[in-house]
């Protein structure tokens, strides 16, 4: 059997070589970072992101079930939500202005605070959490904020009465807040003879979560799985708006 023998190469063929390859490597990087969408130059993309509805189960609709996330909250306001938010890493940032204190030292009536949903827009099945390999987005529930149990995303406008815990941030950086992990960490002040707008979606027997677009969030407050549920979020809703006299 005769035996091929490879040309050896030289010093400047393995450079050019190992050029070629980081230029492909690059621009492969550059074509799919650039297919990747800008959430906040096109904040339309976000309304028709399909939206995975995680809502919350009935034994964490207690007012008692609460108390400990409450009693964590070292910022306790009344706020309104201005703008629908800027997506930063897994959460959608909120600017929120504050017109009353129950709790929060060096927060003021007028003061423009800022806070999380705890809300992704990742690659559905993807289950790595790492590398794109399909241009498919859903927005879902990450971590353990209100998103998580049941709440649905602060809307512009609005107002609420929120619970929050400072955040961790660089010296000298101006402070954020995060939304304690509860159903009722925000509660929106509704108008005289409103209620709550809850969704309900039963649970699937496969466990997978149901899709919506996101847009529909835009009109509900919370989600659930059952008529008896919601009633029971609405009921505690009160109670807690009761516990600060509103």
Not at 50 to 76: C, G, I
Not at 120 to 125: K, M, N, Q, S, T
Request: charged share 20%; aromatic share 8%; with cysteine.
């Amino acid at each position: 059997m005769r035996k091929v023998r490879l040309p050896e190469l030289g010093p400047r063929a393995n450079g050019a070589i190992a050029l070629a390859i980081v230029v492909v490597c690059v621009a492969v990087g550059t074509l799919m970072r650039a297919s990747l969408t800008d959430y906040n130059a096109h904040p339309e993309e976000v309304e028709s992101l399909p939206y995975a509805v995680r809502p919350a189960w009935d034994q964490a609709l207690s007012l008692d079930a609460s108390a400990d996330a409450f009693a964590s909250a070292d910022v306790v306001v009344v706020a309104t939500c201005h703008g629908n938010g800027a997506y930063v890493y897994q959460a959608f940032l909120r600017e929120l202005e504050v017109k009353q204190v129950w709790r929060g030292k060096g927060i003021e009536t007028g003061q423009t605070i800022w806070t999380y949903d705890d809300l992704a827009i990742i690659e559905p099945r993807n289950f790595t959490g790492k590398g794109q390999f399909s241009s498919e987005r859903v927005a879902t529930a990450m971590g353990m904020g209100p998103c998580s149990n049941g709440a649905t995303p602060l809307r512009d406008g609005e107002t609420y009465l929120l619970f929050l815990q400072t955040k961790d941030v660089a010296s000298g950086d101006e402070p954020r807040y995060v939304q304690v992990g509860s159903p009722y960490a925000h509660v929106r002040l509704t108008a005289e003879g409103e209620e709550p707008q809850v969704g309900v979606w039963p649970l699937k027997e496969s466990g997978e979560p149901t899709y919506v677009p996101f847009s529909t969030m835009r009109g509900l407050d919370f989600t659930c799985y059952s008529e008896q549920d919601a009633e029971l979020y609405r009921q505690t809703c009160q109670e807690v708006l009761s516990s600060v006299a509103l």
